[in-house]
């Protein structure tokens, strides 16, 4: 009876993982590094349940086995929704497709339908540094064509908000700019790893949680701020700052285009959250100023993660750097936020 108990909770607890694994929470590493204490009890309850099947060891047993079916298994379906999902790592790349609050990206797959004809002079790079450089680019290949979706995905927001025409077509630039740019991110990452590496099916996710009612306004204010200002924003001063560094002529190239198309990216944000903010009640102008400075105040630099290779030379900046680039444009579009909310009735530039 305990170990049948025990099984039960543990089957329990894989619905309750399934949530919490779903969640944000489940997207930060130390949450992760936690979750292996309470895997340790999980064993010890199975083992305490086969050795003593009846008496206060049982009981103990089905006890740490409920405490393992609430916490243990997270551990690997939170890991393995994060690739099924396609968690890009949050790296604040350009525009997220975030789906309940997760970063969804498609998975890389052998093939050269999103090549490019400029490729970088490898040959002279050792291998482990051929490997970083790859595994690099094809994080970006992936966050970059994952943003193609999420600008699809705005302009049906902005046509339901009644936006006009030029926001309109500005954002299916915009997307067909970031095709452009995956697919110079695939080819670096396919010559970088010496085998040619494509985009894989856009995880159905994506599709099932599109905007089938009119969107909030509130809502698609502040995902403008954050996913335009601030994402595109970092994306686009990252990209500055390796350029600057980059030696390899194709690798500039790239960087020089893709350092200019998210400055644009990151100005059609604001217009976007101008034109929100145009349109807003009071009501509706206060909820965004709260919002807004509550996201800009709570998110997390060290989600800036991925891949870690310091190469300037190559033009890859190393987490660290680029988590102090990505406070540093938080600090800059606090200002620019606080500058505009500064007209909202009932509320100073201060708060």
């Not at 089938?212 to 698609?220: T, Y």
């Not at 400075?293 to 190469?311: F, M, N, W």
């Amino acid at each position: 009876m305990p170990l049948l108990l025990g099984i039960l909770a543990l089957l329990s607890g894989l619905f309750i993982a399934w949530v919490v694994g779903r969640s944000r929470l489940g997207g930060l590493p130390a949450f992760k590094g936690v979750l292996w204490i309470p895997s340790a009890l999980g064993v010890a309850a199975v083992v305490a349940a086969f050795c003593h099947p009846c008496g206060v060891a049982s009981i103990a047993a089905v006890v740490l086995g409920l405490l393992s079916a609430i916490l243990a298994p997270p551990l690997i379906l939170i890991c393995s929704l994060g690739k099924s999902f396609g968690d890009g790592g949050g790296r604040w790349c350009g525009r997220a497709l975030a789906i309940e609050g997760r970063s969804v990206v498609t998975p890389a797959v052998p093939g050269d339908a999103w090549r490019a004809d400029r490729v970088p002079d490898v040959e002279h790079l050792a291998a482990p540094v051929r490997r970083a450089l790859a595994s690099e680019w094809l994080e970006d290949a992936r966050l970059e064509h994952a943003s193609i979706a999420a600008f699809g995905r705005l302009s049906l927001q902005l046509m339901a908000v009644g936006a006009p025409p030029d926001l309109v077509a500005r954002t299916h630039r915009a997307a067909v700019a970031e095709v452009e740019h995956a697919r110079l991110c695939f080819a670096l990452a396919s010559a970088y790893g010496g085998a040619p590496m494509t985009a894989g099916l856009l995880p159905r996710a994506a599709l099932d949680h599109g905007p089938a009612a009119r969107p909030s306004l509130v809502r698609l204010a502040v995902e403008s701020v954050m996913e335009g200002a601030v994402g595109e924003g970092t994306a686009a001063a990252i990209a500055d700052e390796a350029l600057a560094q980059a030696q390899d002529a194709v690798v500039i190239g790239v960087l020089g285009t893709v350092a200019r198309d998210e400055r644009i990216h990151a100005e059609l944000g604001w217009d976007v959250f101008d034109h929100c903010l145009s349109i807003a009640s009071p009501a509706e102008a206060r909820a965004m100023a709260d919002e807004i400075q509550e996201a800009l105040s709570t998110t997390p630099a060290g989600l800036l993660t991925g891949p870690d290779a310091h190469l300037p030379a190559h033009g890859r900046l190393g987490a660290a750097r680029r988590r102090q680039i990505h406070t540093a444009v938080i600090g800059a579009v606090r200002g620019r936020v606080e500058r505009r909310l500064a007209s909202v009735p009932g509320r100073s530039a201060g708060g």
